[in-house]
């Protein structure tokens, strides 16, 4: 058995238990906010746009952020 092993498993019964806290992590405020839309969009999806594929949601992504990377080479360049 390792040492790493044997420490734990030492620590296990001097603790008389896990020798460590297991908690769940609590979401800070913009992960609750962003569960709270997830969960608005689930109830309430016709209101939000959907794709038939995800090919088809990349290029809408990737159209708005050339369309805005042009623009503003095109301003820094004065073209």
Known sequence: MS???SMF???AV???GIPF???RP???EETK???DEYEEMKSDFVKYKRYSSFDEALDEVF???IADFVSA???LTGF
């Open 3 to 5: 040492s790493a092993i």
């Open 9 to 11: 498993l030492r620590s």
């Open 14 to 16: 001097n603790n008389d």
């Open 21 to 23: 806290e297991i908690k």
């Open 26 to 28: 609590v979401p800070n």
């Open 33 to 35: 906010a962003a569960l």
């Open 63 to 65: 159209q708005v952020n």
């Open 73 to 75: 080479i095109s301003n």
